[in-house]
């Protein structure tokens, strides 16, 4: 079986079960600011599991795209990335413990068709609130599970939730009990782990295959509650199960990597079973993968939040490809980028929609860092001490992330502290907010009755352009006179003259309408699980003020948090006309319109 037979299968398993297939989320989650990325399946469903109902019923399924930062640097043994697929089920106060381990039991060893022997799992061992989840156990053993292959974990093992174990959830959060199931590779263990081989041992032997959480409690001020209703959250790694089925202890070398890793051999002339180079090329193939699922669902490479994250992906596999010497990246990303495609061409269609926009936005990356980077690893050898204000200095002349210049130090046996760095950034930007005096607030020069118009064609066009080109589209500056309007917005290409004419038909159809411009104050919490967009999250305060274009509950057109003001009625524009488009920076497209009555 291939990773896209297993993914179809755990699918139509569940289906067949009564559940229903609901769409994953993106890699950005939707109306979510607490997080910067999609990291688990249940992420999206954490309203259903508090209790809130889903549209879909109580017995939900997916395949759940997921990035997780914190293993970035974990990636090169052989069984970590930073992107995966979890296969997930949700039972919403319906089924539980007994469905569900029967269920996966049975999805494992009659659909998966693997030896239960090499099957072992594990439960919670229970702590003062919580009572030893002997129920688990014994439903494990009625399976065939012998009492040596069960084995108990505390809470810090065997305890799921957003936040990790009790004492780390924040009041409100859901958790439970989980029980997990490894697969054993048989591989030789290693003392460097530990005296004693067992499931949760890194050394590799032992592989997570699939979490069943028993989420049926909720934090409080005091420790922990029960929920209103028992839920169960699932979630396998697709890429593991491939790993078990195919008996492959290396990831890397499944059905769903190994294509990759064809690439970077070709591209390098090197060998992937040489040992030396197989770190570099792990990490190539899982971040560039990692990138390219990222720019499909709409992030490009900044400074800034996911951007950053992108930015750092790319960079660092930049420098592994030195390791293997390859010199250009671009070679490497058009040796990967096709081999990607082709791996996810049934699920993942959209890919190959998107292939020459996720090539231009990586090669434009690697060649913008290309520039630097020798210059940066030189300056890095020569300089005995990097501390902070280095670090810093080398951040902002030679565009290397602070992870990659402490990799780099630690690499060579030194530490490196990051205070001193933020102390820099704090530094850098406090500067060049004192030396901005030309900006306007809010991007408005005046309020003067045409920049009011002007400002309120913006949210229009905002709006229209999500609609027209995507949700990657936000807003990246606006500048308005009582002349016109210019609005600056992440995109990587310039737009068509097709493009450019919907967008204002789409705009002047609202116009015509005549839609009510409305405002209402809200936290913003609330504000953003309405759908308004609001880009600059770290200058709001709790309570904001949200303005929607058409009627304020349902079919509106734009929602977004902003200070106004704004005219009472779009008829009030009487047209719009966008009168330039070109590039404003790397990935950053600006429009400059205006409106005529
Ligand atoms: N939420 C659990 C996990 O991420 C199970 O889906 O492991």
Known sequence: MTSSDIRKAYISFFVKRGHKEITPSPLVPENDPTTLFTSSGMQPLVPYLLGEKHPQGTRLVDSQRSFRAQDIEEVGDNRHTTFFEMLGNWSLGDYFKKEQLTWFFEFLTKVLKLDSNKLYVSVFEGNKDIPRDIESASIWKNLGISDDRIFYYPASKNWWSRSGPPEKMPVGEPGGPSSEVFYDFGTQHSNAFGQKCHPNCDCGRFIEIGNSVFMEYKKTESGVEKLSQKNVDFGGGLERL???????????????????????????????????????????????????????DGVLPSNKTQGYTLRRLIRRSIVYCKDLGIVNGVDIIRAVVPAVVNIYKDYYSYLSAKQQQITLVLEEEALKFSKTLEKGLREIEKTEKIDGKIAFKIYETFGFPWEMTQELVHKRGDTIDRTEFEREFEKHKQLSRSTSSGMFKGGLADHSVETTKLHTATHLLHAALRKVLGVHISQKGSHITDKRLRFDFSHPQKMTNEEIKTVEELINQQINKNLPVTFTIMSYKDAVAKGALAFFSEKYQDKVKVYTIGPANAGWFSKEVCGGPHVDFTSKLGSFRIIKEESAASGVRRIYAVVNN
């Open 242 to 296: 491939t790993m078990a089925v195919a008996s492959e202890p290396d990831i890397f070398k499944t059905d769903i990597f190994y294509p990759i890793i064809n690439q970077i051999e070709k591209t390098s002339g090197k060998n992937y079973i040489d040992n030396l180079n197989k770190k570099a090329m792990r990490v190539i193939a899982d971040h560039l993968k990692a990138s390219i699922f990222m720019i499909a």
